[in-house]
T-cell receptor
Framework: NAGVTQTPKFRVLKTGQSMTLLCAQDMNHEYMYWYRQDPGMGLRLIHYSVGEGTTAKGEVPDGYNVSRLKKQNFLLGLESAAPSQTSVYFC?????????????FGPGTRLTVL | GDSVTQMEGPVTLSEEAFLTINCTYTATGYPSLFWYVQYPGEGLQLLLKATKADDKGSNKGFEATYRKETTSFHLEKGSVQVSDSAVYFCALSLPSGGYNKLIFGAGTRLAVHP
């Protein structure tokens, strides 16, 4: 049982390049989330999904797109990377959407945009 | 709006010292409260949680009590170890449009020296 995994672990992009971050979970969770972590700001929600085939915007969605074609996978795309998107990206999943449920986090992807 | 405020770090302690990390929250509803821990180079792990007033969450010697009257969820440990060195995040969770909205504090870095 691997939990939540993310690929890649590190990536360096030039401004304007595109990339996709992959998140996978093997816990049969319905809900999946993408966050970004910036110094002194905690984690902020980018996009989330409440089930296969669904996506929705979070707190800071601009410049990102997501897809949930399979229940176990949640992809985060950057179409035209900007230096402001330099951050650490975390994926998380939860079984339900209730406030008492726990979100389980992946190990993160450190992205640098030059 | 909903928010979490936790004490700024870094907190530097000697091994076996008593630890308190303060956390207060503002919420429009009735949140669940969480402490997550992030060890160097890793993702966030759930440390403990409490889902209703006066509940005490505990794990690995850490404790926190959900105090509704003071809107607080302070983290404590009686005797810290070097291995406790990490960043600690307080978070609240509220139901929001069908998903689990998790709001994080900025994080408090703890450094424990032998």
């Amino acid at each position: 049982n691997a939990g939540v995994t993310q690929t890649p672990k590190f990536r360096v992009l030039k401004t304007g390049q595109s990339m996709t971050l992959l998140c996978a979970q093997d816990m049969n969770h319905e809900y999946m989330y993408w966050y970004r972590q910036d110094p002194g700001m905690g984690l902020r929600l980018i996009h989330y999904s409440v089930g296969e085939g669904t996506t929705a915007k979070g707190e800071v969605p601009d410049g990102y797109n997501v897809s949930r074609l399979k229940k176990q996978n949640f992809l985060l795309g950057l179409e035209s990377a900007a230096p402001s998107q330099t951050s650490v990206y975390f994926c998380a999943s939860s079984y339900t959407g209730t406030s008492t449920d726990t979100q389980y986090f992946g190990p993160g992807t450190r992205l640098t945009v030059l | 709006g909903d928010s979490v405020t936790q004490m700024e770090g870094p907190v530097t302690l000697s091994e076996e010292a008593f630890l308190t990390i303060n956390c207060t929250y503002t919420a429009t509803g009735y949140p669940s409260l969480f402490w997550y821990v992030q060890y160097p180079g890793e993702g966030l792990q759930l440390l403990l949680k409490a889902t209703k007033a006066d509940d005490k969450g505990s794990n690995k010697g850490f404790e926190a009590t959900y105090r509704k009257e003071t809107t607080s969820f302070h983290l404590e440990k009686g005797s810290v170890q070097v291995s406790d060195s990490a960043v600690y995040f307080c978070a609240l969770s509220l139901p929001s449009g069908g998903y689990n909205k998790l709001i994080f504090g900025a994080g408090t870095r703890l450094a424990v020296h032998p």
